[in-house]
């Protein structure tokens, strides 16, 4: 199969888990022996090359990718008000594709070929404050477009299938759910012993967490529940941290209390945005990670975190319970002293700690990208079987 896919996702200051997904996704079609074109908005080439690395897609190269002749915004504008710059009416590599997919919600108008669209959740619908006003119209505009054009929707978690219906024009009938992978590759113990002591983590536990600073992700929740548990020791108590990882997001202002932050001095410690090999090495050290999320599509972090045998605490929300099974501690996501209590317990208690590695390990074991990808491409082939349906594009 020849497949144009959109990775423009990949160019973006923080490209998240739906960046992962475009790279590995992308990467293990293209493994599987199709032909993936991948497109995306006006770059300069070396950023082109530079990102394709940096995201493991030497295998596709970078020469191969098809820049549209508009920036990001002005392209998706295009897309989402006029219907057009069509791809495949600009390169000759997207109109000789079988399928294309856009795996996000920026959508191009696509003609006589199958599209298939990934959509992650409805986030902007049943949390919209967590959206600056353009990226809720581009998450509404886009879904739309979805709903029109997209032979199948494929959605990351029967719990996000069922909130796209529900929030939006998709049908549920057009969806399907292919659940994410996860990168299996285990951390080096001694990359490990170098990013905690270059990070100054190395004496003492720490509780970890990853994702962007918005407010969905509720990490505020967390803050106040460390507070708690510290001022519950004593200063004289264990020197438990928290450790915060990732790029700033949306209304990250004020997610944490003058008072929480106060308590915590310097155990608590904000690290930014970190790169894969070191976010394998803050898994891998964690005493515990901590996912307080009051929205996921996925939840894509609960995983990587089991894979590297941390014990996970995470909000007890629908897509999360999905992924993470029985494997997880679960805790009412704005409930602090359930936090406080649930964080002391795996951090406190071996046994616990060690049940929770255990079937966090096993439960992880049975998501992995070849199976997405595989998943994936048999949609594509049952698509390029079917007869052409009429939907207007």
């Not at 739309?144 to 978690?157: C, G, K, L, T």
């Not at 918005?214 to 510290?230: E, F």
């Not at 929205?295 to 995470?314: I, K």
Request: with cysteine; proline share 6%.
């Amino acid at each position: 199969m020849r497949v144009a896919i959109n990775v423009e996702q990949l160019f973006y200051r923080a490209p998240g888990g739906t960046g992962r997904y475009t790279a590995r996704l992308a990467a293990e079609i293209a493994r599987a022996g199709d032909t993936v074109v991948p497109f995306l908005a006006w770059h300069r080439r070396e950023e082109i090359a530079a990102t394709f690395r940096r995201h493991g897609l030497e295998g596709i190269g970078a020469s191969r990718a098809v820049r549209l002749p508009l920036p990001r915004p002005l392209l998706f504008d295009a897309w989402n008000t006029l219907g057009a710059p069509a791809p495949q009416g600009l390169s000759k590599a997207i109109r000789s594709a079988e399928i294309i997919h856009a795996t996000s919600v920026a959508v191009p108008p696509v003609r006589r070929v199958p599209l298939v669209v990934t959509v992650h959740d409805a986030g902007f619908a049943v949390f919209p404050e967590a959206y600056p006003r353009r990226g809720r119209r581009f998450h509404v505009a886009g879904v739309r477009r979805a709903a029109r054009s997209a032979d199948v929707v494929i959605a990351p978690s029967e719990a996000a299938g069922d909130e796209i219906a529900a929030h939006s024009p998709i049908r549920r009938s057009q969806i399907r759910v292919v659940h994410h992978g996860v990168d299996h590759h285990l951390a080096d113990t001694v990359a490990v012993t170098d990013v905690l002591s270059r990070r100054g983590l190395d004496d003492a536990p720490y509780v970890f967490w990853v994702g962007s600073l918005d407010p969905r992700k509720n990490v505020g929740t967390l803050v106040a529940a460390m507070a708690r548990l510290v001022g519950r020791d004593g200063s004289d108590g264990a020197p438990l941290r928290l450790v915060l990882a990732g790029p700033a997001g949306w209304k990250d202002e004020h997610l944490f209390s003058d008072a929480d932050l106060a308590a915590l001095g310097d155990r608590l410690r904000v690290l930014g945005a970190v790169d894969d090999d070191e976010l394998r090495c803050l898994y891998a050290g964690a005493a515990c990670f901590a996912f307080p999320s009051l929205h996921e599509g996925f939840g894509l972090p609960v995983l990587e975190a089991m894979v590297q045998g941390t014990p996970v605490v995470c909000a007890d929300i629908p897509a999360l319970r999905e992924v993470a099974g029985e494997a997880a501690l679960f805790v009412t996501p704005t409930d602090v002293e359930a936090w406080a209590e649930a964080l002391g317990t795996v951090t406190g208690d071996p046994a616990r700690r060690q049940a929770l590695v255990s079937a966090g390990t096993s439960r992880a074991a049975g998501f992995t990208w070849d199976r997405a990808a595989a998943e994936t491409r048999a949609i594509y082939r049952e698509l390029l079987g079917a007869p052409a349906r009429g939907r207007r594009r």
